[in-house]
């Protein structure tokens, strides 16, 4: 062993041999150990240290070597250490693992003796633990691949499962279904037929199951429960010892086909949980530096997540993985922005409060990372958790109080119709004050955690029984309309009713002002029967179902045509918000809400409205935006009403667009879009708006 560099952290080959460097602050030794197929370790010394970094150089070792560490120090859980060689450690820093977790192994760092104390767990672990690999560092031929960058505005985002977008996609051979290499088949042509922007992967970091799912036969599906921050996960490789290419492979397909890439990352807690949960990386590397440590009692967690512990974003050596680990992803991966899971675990403060944090300061003057699309899941389960609106300027956020709204006027409720109204404008109440556009609402009404779209408007109540907690997990609060019978059903007018609520919902989300974002297959009417929380399901439960039948067809092509009237419509996807009031010298404002007689509303009338509905005039010729060229940009004038009540309601057309002809672009009661049909609406002629349904029309010259 030669002394090595400190940096960069990891194993690096240089072709000659490999340096291996990993940080340990507490640690009294640090042993490299060299793992063949069969998991015989080479137990080497690292013998030099810098900074806190274990480092050295082992000559001859190469592409394909499979390592891990064990790591000596104090086991003192009252002063938060947790040192315990028995156990084999991954490295942080790995690009790839082989092997998965078998939790037969005793993988726990401590055990109560006779007396309850904690001790060391002096079984060892190493047949249970997977191994990291030394991967080859030779560039990847990227040719002219480069990163589509869709403005926020004309951003249409697909949040999809890497293997339940196409484990039955018939179009994608059989050996690659439910792999990176197989989104990289024909399956993307999907995406882009469809006219969505960017794909929003759920956790693909390596990611270690829990071992209570293990016992119920079940596994963690969605992937939240991180082991290595820098590696692609296994599961997803149809060539798993070269996991790093078909990853870059299926960022290249996409981007050729005009797609982003946007990674669900999970920096807000690991898979080693709390005290029961596995030693298997940080806890046995640092536990003190790692983790969030109860004040007063460091031998317990902080846990704001709801999954044991909670990253030490307050540390500059984690926060220093974490920006290394997206850094990678960015310039050595592509990816082209990251959603970040339970964002608020990122920035609590000593006491607990979410707060302004050195984690979003690195992230702003980083010359990479400032500079992807960067969105928060702003909540997590530590008190005052929820946080939409309150995240840093370069923040976009998943906006779940427009979900919440959405669904509350979609079931009939008037008390919403003001709400509703800001919603449906990119929610400048929440993004505005601090300087942000309406882009910085993620606009969804589902979501992988809760309802399909299709049991959003089949069921009322939850049936997660397939899960093992008698029906305990996930949410009770649904919003949900079943159409008059639970589940599925043969019922031609319950199902009628329920297709009809369908494309209301999909119509509003893509109308409205800000970033839409649809669940993976809510266009083909995907089910998971009833289950709002389908994270343990690995199975036809979650996977989309590609044999379509008539209504799932019809409301395919229905998605497609109103996102294509979002793209060719810069009054529905506009850079501002509105003004309310002229603009540039226009004749009307840029937008008025309605009454149902035609007169502007007043503050008294949103206190007392008459019903679930709600009409505005978007006059497009009052913009103050620019395209990409310095021209000015218009559009027409649009009208645009939602009708939750059962029976039709007449909006009278106001007589500051008298003169003008009115063409029906959207209703959603009709088989797709009506296009060119031309309505004679002259002033004071009324439009009738069917019951439950969206009606968009536009103004042309008579």
Known sequence: MRPGKPFPLGATCDGKGTNFAVFSEHATAVTLCLLDEHGVETRVPLLDRSAHIWHGYLPGIGVGQRYGYRVDGPF????????????????????????????????????????????????????????????????????????????????????????????????VPPELRGTYAGLATPAIEHLRWLGVTTVELLPVHESLGE????????????????????????????????????????VKALHAAGIEVVLDVVYNHTCEGGLTGPTVSLRGLDNAVYYRLKSGDLATYEDFTGCGNTLNLHSPETVRMVADSLRYWATEMHVDGFRFDLAPALARADGGAFSSSSFFDV?????????????????????????????????????????????????????????????????????????????????????????????????????????????????????SSNGGREGETGDAGVRALRTRRARAILATLLLSQGVPMLLMG?????????????????????????????????????????????????????KRFFRGERVNGSEQKDLTWLRRDGQELTGGDWAISPGATLAMLIDGRAMDERDE??????????????????????????????????????????????????????????????????????????
Request: hydrophobic letters at 35%.
């Open 363 to 479: 992230v702003h003057q980083d010359p990479v990372l400032s500079r992807v699309k960067l969105i928060a899941e702003p909540w997590d389960l530590g008190s005052g958790g929820y946080q939409v609106g309150n995240f840093p300027i370069l923040w976009a956020e998943w906006n779940g109080r427009y979900r919440d709204a959405v669904r509350r006027f979609w079931l009939g409720d008037r008390r919403t119709v003001p709400e509703l109204a800001t919603r449906l404008t990119g929610s400048s109440d929440l993004y505005e004050d601090d300087g942000r556009r309406p882009h910085a609402s993620i606009n969804f009404v589902t979501a992988h955690d809760g309802f399909t779209l299709r049991d959003l408007v089949s069921y009322e109540r939850k049936h997660n029984e397939a899960n093992g907690e008698s029906n305990r997990d996930g949410t009770d609060d649904n919003l």
């Open 76 to 171: 003192d859980p009252k002063m938060g250490h947790r040192y315990n060689p028995h156990k084999l450690l991954i490295d942080p820093y790995a690009r790839a693992f082989i092997g998965k977790v078998d939790h037969r192994q005793s993988l726990v760092g401590s055990r109560p003796d006779a007396r309850g104390d904690e001790v060391p767990d002096v079984v060892d672990s190493a047949a249970g633990v997977p191994h990291s690999v030394i991967t080859s560092g030779e560039p990847f031929d990227w040719g002219n691949d480069a990163p589509p960058h869709v403005p926020w505005h004309r951003t249409v985002v697909y949040e999809m499962h890497v293997k339940g977008f196409t484990q039955s996609h018939p179009g």
């Open 629 to 702: 060229l310095g021209r000015n940009v218009t559009d027409d004038i649009l009208f645009l009403a939602l009708n939750a009540e059962p029976d039709a309601v007449r909006y009278v057309l106001p007589a500051a667009v008298a003169g003008l002809a009115w063409e029906v672009v959207l209703d959603t009661t009709a088989d797709g879009v009506v296009g060119e049909v031309v309505l004679d609406r002259s002033s004071g002629t009324g439009v009738l708006v069917p019951g439950r349904a969206v009606v968009l029309l536009r103004a042309r010259p008579a």
């Open 522 to 574: 809510d266009e083909l009417l995907r089910t998971q029967r009833g289950n709002n929380n389908a994270y343990c399901q690995d199975n036809d439960l979650s996977w989309v179902d590609w044999d379509l039948d008539a209504d799932s067809e019809h409301l395919l092509a229905f998605t497609r045509d109103v996102i294509a009237i979002r793209r060719n419509r810069p009054a529905l996807q506009r």
């Open 211 to 250: 071992r209570e799912l293990y016992r119920r036969g079940l596994t963690n599906y969605w992937g939240y429960s991180t082991l290595g921050y820098f590696a692609p996960d296994q599961r997803y490789a149809a060539r798993p010892t070269d996991v790093v290419r078909e990853f870059r492979e299926m």
